[in-house]
């Protein structure tokens, strides 16, 4: 079956991806979609731009399309793009998913609509043993923004390793937030992943927008 692969650049789309490849599927396409504005109900926004560093040293195919954004009126765009990828001969959409119902259940109906199977293989995934995992298989990623009380904010922009995973597991026990960041507690960019010919090295500056809210944002990648 040929597959096109949600694609953000952060942790869970990089890991549904790896997922898809080992299950035998043929990775046609990584599908971005790039928001016009700063917060969107349905894709990730900080860093985006830069998913199609990790599309060439993985060495897929990668369309981008924009999107407004907007409740409602994104699910349009997400639809043009599923028709797109749909007219190349594409079979299913591979998806990130882990818990928000909102973004599986409208990717599902719209998928369902173009003609389009769905995977979403984390969904459900306990994700304190998914972090674990993540570091076991050899991902390598940064955290790019933050917004949670007692979020540990000192590790933006650093490649998490095993002790960050349990620290951030920790701190999200003790503080109630989603150790997985799927209730938008944090977005992630991934420099390396099984899949990487080779590590990216990001350069950045870290921008503290409020008390509980900071970025690290990405200026280059080499």
């Known amino acids: 079956m040929q597959v096109s692969v949600m694609f953000s650049g952060g942790k869970d789309s990089t890991f549904s991806l790896h997922w898809?490849?080992?299950k035998g599927f043929k990775i046609h396409s990584l599908i971005t979609l790039l928001p016009q504005r700063e917060d969107s109900w349905m894709f990730q926004v900080p860093n985006v731009e830069f998913t199609k560093y990790q599309a060439s040293v993985m060495g897929f195919n990668h369309f981008t399309f924009?999107?407004?954004g907007e409740k409602g009126k994104e699910l349009e765009d997400l639809k043009r793009?599923?028709?797109h990828v749909k007219q190349m001969g594409v079979?299913?959409?591979v998806t990130g998913a882990l818990?928000?119902?909102y973004q599986r259940l409208n990717i599902n109906l719209i998928?369902?609509?173009v003609g389009l199977k769905t995977y979403s293989p984390l969904w459900r995934k306990d994700q304190a043993s998914y972090l674990r995992e993540l570091i076991e298989l050899g991902f390598k990623f940064?955290?790019?923004s933050a917004s949670a009380y007692g979020f540990p904010f000192h590790l933006l922009g650093k490649v998490i390793d095993k002790d960050d995973v349990e620290e951030i597991i920790e701190r999200a026990k003790k503080y109630g937030f989603n150790p997985a960041f799927e209730g938008g507690e944090a977005e992630t960019f991934v420099v390396y992943a099984p899949l990487f010919k080779r590590e990216l090295k990001v350069e950045g500056e870290l921008v503290k927008k409020s008390e509980f809210e900071w970025q690290y944002r990405i200026k280059r990648i080499l």
């Open 91 to 93: 079979d299913g959409i």
């Open 81 to 83: 793009a599923f028709e």
């Open 111 to 113: 998928a369902e609509e």
């Open 142 to 144: 940064i955290i790019t």
């Open 66 to 68: 924009y999107t407004s």
């Open 20 to 22: 898809a490849v080992f």
């Open 99 to 101: 818990l928000s119902d």
